[in-house]
């Protein structure tokens, strides 16, 4: 794994100067030590050969704090009545680069996507990742109800994708894929299940259902959930701000506390 930066915004003004972190994941080994240190895996450039990842607000479950909400009970009592069974399987080539599977995907990445922003191209870029190692999927009797795409290593899972059958959206089925699969992990005795990003508003779905929430600040692993939700709201607003948050906003995270003296 290597790590490098790329030069962003400057505002001399402010004497703010960013530079955005990245890191080349250069065997699955390096996978677990890649999103402890706060970084996600890039898929916005397809033309990119190489295995980026980029260091992001995102979060995770610390299954050692991990217990059941009642929104998490209540979701699982409402899906109940379609049956639907989970079935884990190594990511197979040929079955996501299948027509079905990628029409399927699609349907469901049209409808939940911003501005087109996940076209086929790059959903058969993110299939064909190497990372990509195992994909959920959910079913019962009758037919293929979502999937969901997985980066499985070690102690950790991510749950990086998923996409269902928008004709249960009424059951709550994106948020009950995400809970089931934590509960696998749980099973499983992984150590960590990553979620993605947590910025604005959107995201506070991921800290409201679930216990055990940890997000990256930037230096750490930080569980306060309080804050979280204040960041988030944050983000909401309109309002951009030339120099980072030590300079700005200065939210509730004490900087110098991995520094401290001893």
């Known amino acids: ?63 050692k704090n991990f217990a059941d909400t009642s929104e998490n009970r209540r979701i699982n009592r409402k899906i109940a009545e379609l049956n639907i069974e989970m079935q884990l399987v190594e990511k197979s080539d040929a079955w996501v680069n299948s027509e079905d599977f990628l029409n399927f995907c699609m349907r469901n990445a049209d409808k939940r996507f911003s501005a087109g922003s996940m076209n086929l191209e790059r959903m058969r870029y993110i ?3 190497s990372y990509f190692t195992h994909l959920f999927i959910f079913k019962n009797a009758e037919k293929v109800l979502g999937y969901v795409f997985a980066v499985l290593e070690s102690d950790m899972l991510h749950y990086w994708f998923g996409f269902y059958d928008l004709g249960f959206a009424y059951f709550s089925i994106g948020k009950w894929m995400m809970w089931r699969t934590i509960k696998w992990a749980e099973a499983q005795k992984l150590n960590y299940v990553y979620l993605g990003t947590a910025y604005f508003s959107k995201a506070l779905y991921k800290v409201r ?50 520094f401290r003296a001893i």
């Open 1 to 63: 794994m290597k790590i490098f930066f790329s030069e962003y915004k400057n505002d001399y003004a402010t004497y703010t100067f960013s530079y955005a972190p990245y890191c080349k994941i250069e065997s699955p080994s390096d996978l677990p030590n890649a999103y402890a240190q706060g970084f996600l895996p890039y898929s916005g450039d397809i033309t990119l050969v190489a295995d980026i990842f980029y260091m992001a607000r995102s979060v995770r479950i610390n299954l």
């Open 209 to 258: 259902d679930h216990k055990g929430i940890e997000f990256f600040d930037g230096t750490t692993w930080n569980a306060e959930t309080k804050l979280l939700k204040t960041l988030c709201e944050s983000d909401d607003s309109a309002n951009e701000t030339k120099a980072d948050a030590f300079k700005s906003i200065k939210p509730e995270i004490d900087f110098f506390k991995p």
């Open 127 to 129: 299939v064909n990742r």
